[in-house]
């Protein structure tokens, strides 16, 4: 059986090999190809949901009319994901039809063939091609569960984009490798501060790249939200507000409102944890907000939980239990067991502070 | 008659040598202690505590009071202790510049360190090496019998000043050393810090958790008294802010300023009135004792809100020549000072403040529709904004909204 969105890839991977590098919107084209692929992981991860969905719906949109206003065709239409020939007045025209997709069920058979197709473009010293190949297999290695392979792949498409002075390659693979020291750290608790040190050397490199080249603002502004992240695992808070705080505005600048309600997330928890309290209560607020008029399911139920813990916490047990509810129902809605057992001992407490609250006659 | 001329003559009409109301209190101890009035339970409290050399807390809305309270408290500090003939070195730091606790540090040497200069070498040393920095201060040395109290407040930088060779090391250990020689020569040492609220919350937090070895290290002969908003209208976050407070346990009194009944705003009226008047009254003239109850209410009993506006009141009384501020001339006095004070207010803010009293008052539960006015996605991007508005009092909190000033006029005579 064929992963359902391994066409997506196929189709962000065919639009950025059409583009050229220096083309006006090929940064646009890679903010969505980012945000796409992070869905994607996410839904492998964890499972599709209807949030993800609808999330994968307004990215693929976006690609479909990217493609379209640049190509005049839609990303829908099958010819599209072949190989291509573009003449001397830039008009394409398609030599293969749709080539085969190899999914997920199937991954193992995809890394041998990107891995065949990786020894070609050796032999014909084809550098380029080498390192685009090396992050694709990377990407195939991490969706196989096999971190430390894609590592290694990463840096080797980083240090062949380097040699070539490919700048805007190089800090993509930067973050590619970055997010996965970062999905390291979260596995492998032991040498958490190791890989997420690692983490925040790729990806602070990678800002360093992006600032140099002024690619677009968003792009810049998740690859700080990405360090920002990183900075609050590592326990470096003034530092990750920082770099939240910047994607943040960029976020909502650009009315990118997932990305926006992620970083309000990220930031309010890190308020809470530096206790301003009142700055991690709007921040938390305007989170909710913003992943209700998404309809996501899982930042609903995240910040509900944080809100939640913060009520119980300041001893206002019946405002708690209004919000752990409804995390607890988004949990079970994403069968996500290990947060439902967390926010059910959060109910427990909170129940027993509200009866210690009316046996006192305090109405908190 | 010129327009001075007339606004003298009402003044002397009225037995008034100016208009006496002030925003901000007095900073001279006796000026003070002339308009203040109230706080009894307060001071009852703070005054032992810090007598005995510990850590008080005063804390409270914007312009309730704290800079007043805590200057009116250093003074009766100064003056009881004095009468018992005892030694003791009271700091007050109005503001400094900086929002670290080494910017802390350094506004705490800065006038130890001159207190100290004449006879302490080392205090001499880090004096010249502080006076290299660009910052600029201002110093106010109020002796009674062996109590010194310095007021001082700190402007600028703690930038380096183009003079090479300036350096200092280790300045809490500096610190530690200069604090433990004032103890030794005056026995008792009490540091006030005012006006925390206009730092970062986050930067106090911060300051007050790396300070938390300084301000525990007093052992009965050094004190601190600091003062900040650490509350907040969201009765969660400022329930939060006390369980953080009491975990940190620096302080064995905190204490929490409420608004003042109208009963002592009119209490401070007649002690501000007084203070221009030739022979003392117990009246509030030229204000009817009515009018002064309803300026109370339109400035949600805060002080500094009721002084602002009973000034702005009496210049446009004295200006338009009136006998009385009384029920037939105070409308037309008020639609003026909230005329100006709209005008004063740029575009973008007088649309903000008109959307929050529209919406009831804006709250961490705005709505979308609310937020699409206000042209932003979220309410935390006008965060920075209302802080701001909330430290000039153009906003007020009161049951977790954000509501604008009794100031601001009706919308419909604004429209335009």
């Known amino acids: 059986m064929d992963d359902p969105w391994s066409k997506y890839e196929s189709g962000q991977h065919w639009l950025l090999a059409w583009l050229d590098r220096d083309h006006p919107r090929y940064t ?43 190509t005049g065709e839609s990303l829908s239409a099958s010819p599209l994901f072949g190989p291509f020939i573009r003449d001397a007045q830039g008009k394409i025209t398609f030599v293969k039809p749709k080539p085969i997709v190899i999914g997920v069920s199937d991954n193992t058979g995809r890394i041998e063939y990107l891995q065949q197709k990786l020894q070609t473009v050796r032999n014909a010293g084809d550098l380029t ?35 070539l002075g490919d700048r805007q390659s190089e800090a993509i693979h930067l973050q590619s490798l970055g997010l996965t020291f970062m999905r390291l750290a979260e596995l492998k608790s032991g040498q958490q501060q190791s890989y997420l040190s690692q983490a925040a050397d790729a990806l602070r490199q990678a800002i360093e790249i992006f600032d140099v080249l002024g690619v677009a603002p968003l792009l810049r502004a998740r690859t700080r939200y990405h360090l920002g992240r990183c900075y609050h695992q590592s326990g470096r808070w003034p530092e990750a507000i920082a770099l939240l705080e910047q994607a943040r505005e960029v976020f909502a600048r650009h009315k990118a409102r997932p990305e926006l309600a992620h970083a309000l997330l990220e930031l309010g928890q890190l308020y809470y944890q530096t206790e301003d309290f009142e700055s991690a209560y709007f921040y938390l607020k305007d989170a909710l907000r913003l992943f209700r008029r998404l309809g996501d399911t899982d930042g609903i139920a995240v910040t509900q939980e944080a809100l939640g813990s913060m009520e119980l916490q300041a001893a206002h047990p019946s405002e708690a239990i209004v919000s752990l509810q409804e995390a607890r129902q988004g949990y079970v809605a994403l069968r996500r067991d290990e947060r439902i057992r967390a926010v059910d001992d959060l109910l427990r407490m909170a129940d027993r502070a509200r009866q210690v609250a009316e046996r006192m006659g305090v109405t908190p | 008659m010129s327009s001075i001329a007339r606004y003298r003559e009402t003044l002397r009409r009225w037995g008034l040598t100016d208009v006496p109301f002030r925003a901000t209190p007095p900073e001279d101890p006796a000026e003070l202690s002339r308009v203040f009035y109230g706080r ?43 009468a018992l003939g005892e030694q003791m070195l009271i700091l007050y730091v109005g503001r400094f510049p900086g929002d670290s606790s080494e910017a802390l540090y350094r506004a705490l040497l800065l006038p130890l360190s001159e207190t100290l200069a004449d006879a302490e070498p080392e ?14 201060h201002s110093r106010q040395l109020q002796a009674e019998g062996k109590v010194d109290l310095q007021l001082v407040s700190i402007g600028g930088s703690w930038e380096q000043g183009k003079e090479e060779g300036w350096q200092l090391q280790n300045v809490y250990t500096v610190l530690l050393r200069l604090l433990d020689l004032a103890q030794e020569r005056y026995g008792k040492v009490i540091v006030a810090v005012d006006d925390l609220d206009k730092k970062v919350p986050r930067a106090v937090h911060d ?49 929490t300023l409420p608004r003042m009944s109208t009963d002592e705003l009119h209490h401070i009226a007649v002690n501000y009135l007084n203070t221009a008047r030739e022979r003392p009254s117990g009246e509030v003239t030229p204000f009817k004792p009515e009018i002064v109850s309803q300026i109370a209410e339109h400035a949600d009993r805060i002080p500094r809100q009721f002084n602002l506006i009973c000034e ?51 709250s961490a539960d705005v709505d979308d529709a609310t937020l699409e006015q206000l042209g932003v996605e979220t309410l935390v991007e006008l965060l920075p904004m209302l802080r701001s508005l909330e430290g000039d009092w153009l906003i007020r909190q009161e049951d977790g909204r954000l509501l604008p000033s009794a100031l601001l006029p009706d919308e419909e005579e604004h429209s335009g």
């Open chain 1, 28 to 70: 646009e084209a890679l903010v969505l190809r980012q945000r796409l692929l992070e869905n994607l992981a996410r839904a492998r991860a964890y499972g599709d949901t209807e949030t993800s969905r609808v999330e994968r719906v307004e990215i693929t949109g976006a690609l479909d009319r990217l493609a379209l206003e640049i």
């Open chain 1, 129 to 163: 091609a080498e390192s685009a190949l090396l992050d694709d297999l990377g990407s195939a290695c991490e969706l196989q569960g096999d971190l430390q392979r894609a590592v290694e792949h990463y840096k080797l498409a980083v240090d062949i984009a380097h040699k």
């Open chain 2, 40 to 82: 009894q339970r307060e001071l009852e409290l703070a005054l032992p505590a810090l007598y005995e050399g510990r850590n008080v807390l005063v804390r409270g809305l914007w312009g309730v009071g704290k800079t007043a309270f805590i200057l009116y408290l250093l003074h009766r500090l100064q003056q009881e202790t004095a």
């Open chain 2, 123 to 136: 205090a001499r040393r880090v004096y010249d090496v502080l006076s290299g920095f660009q910052v600029t």
């Open chain 2, 207 to 255: 300051t007050l958790d790396d300070a938390t070895d300084l301000l525990r290290r007093g052992q009965g002969k050094r004190g601190f008294l600091l003062t900040g908003r650490f509350t907040s209208a969201w009765q969660i976050a400022s329930a939060l802010q006390d369980i953080s407070e009491q975990m940190l346990g620096l302080f064995s009194e905190k204490i």
């Open chain 2, 312 to 362: 702005k009141i009496m210049r446009q009384g004295a200006m338009n020549g009136v006998e009385q501020i009384d029920e037939r001339t105070f409308p037309a006095l008020w639609r003026k000072v909230q005329n100006e004070f709209v005008l004063e207010l740029t575009p973008a803010i007088r649309r903000l403040l008109y959307i929050a009293r529209r919406s009831g008052g804006l």
